[in-house]
């Protein structure tokens, strides 16, 4: 019988793809941690000590010296669970939302829920906005962030400071990013009807966020009224008010979204 080079391709594929459609026992029994026949991993608890812990790793003089003192025990690493509640950080874990509101969620794992990142100095954020949601202009006082979305759509815009005040503005798609300038102010909006998800990077252990509408009103109200020019619209008398009204971090979203998905603002 004779066979041309395509044939015996496709023999050979064949003779391939049906030993791996049916493993042995063998070969189930010896399967790779990593490999497909892996359960999924358990959830991960909370550090409530983080900000204990990363105090301590901060005293200690090399990062080998940093690396004993947070995972090994009377010299010997750690192992099975006690190893993986230090090494790993459970967004999927609502305990560890740090920020929130009508338009969606934040979590936010920094020094003081995840004390490694003492030793690799930088923080991470996963975020779900809900339709229309729109996470408020903010800034980070010590950080550059790097996001992207995985889900969904986002409209994304920032300021960076005088001198250059132009607004600029992206929208991104699911795997594509964006960057804010440390200090600059930014925001996320979903536009759409459907949950946006997005998973951001930050170059510092412990970034910090400051909400500019949020702050600006906390300051004295005869500064706030004197900074925006309206004393006569916005006096002393009804500055609480609107400090009360100021929504929080991640805020419903805008009128245009709303009305066109059917929500209630």
Request: charged share 15%; glycine share 8%; net charge negative.
């Given at each position: ?255 245009t979204c709303l009305q066109a998905c059917g929500l209630k603002q």
């Amino acid at each position: 019988m004779r066979f041309n080079a395509n044939s015996l391709l496709v023999a050979v594929l064949a003779a391939v793809l049906s030993a791996h459609a049916a493993p042995t026992n063998s070969s189930a029994s010896n399967a790779h941690p990593g490999s497909a026949s892996a359960t999924s991993p358990g959830p991960v608890p909370v550090v409530t000590n983080g900000a204990e812990i990363a105090a301590s790793l901060i005293t200690q003089p090399s990062q080998v010296d940093r690396l004993k003192q947070l995972l090994t025990v009377d010299g010997k690493p750690l192992t099975g669970e006690a190893l993986r509640d230090l090494t790993v950080f459970d967004f999927s874990n609502t305990d560890n939302v740090t920020e929130g509101g009508a338009g969606g969620t934040l979590l936010l794992a920094t020094v003081d829920n995840f004390p490694i990142l003492e030793i690799a100095d930088i923080s991470a954020a996963v975020a779900f906005i809900e339709p229309c949601g729109l996470n408020i202009p903010h800034m980070h006082p010590r950080a550059s962030e790097v996001l992207t979305v995985v889900e969904g759509v986002l409209d994304t815009g920032f300021l960076q400071e005088n001198g250059f005040t132009t607004e600029i503005d992206t929208q991104l798609g699911k795997f594509q990013a964006t960057v804010f300038p440390m200090g600059s102010m930014h925001f996320q909006q979903n536009p759409t009807c459907e949950p946006a998800i997005f998973v951001a990077a930050l170059n510092s252990k412990d970034p910090g966020r400051s909400d500019i509408a949020t702050n600006f009103f906390m300051l004295d109200a005869a500064v706030v009224n004197a900074t925006l020019g309206f004393p006569t619209t916005i006096g002393g008398s009804n500055i609480e008010q609107f400090r009360q009204h100021i929504p929080a971090n991640l805020a419903l979203g805008v009128d245009t979204c709303l009305q066109a998905c059917g929500l209630k603002q």
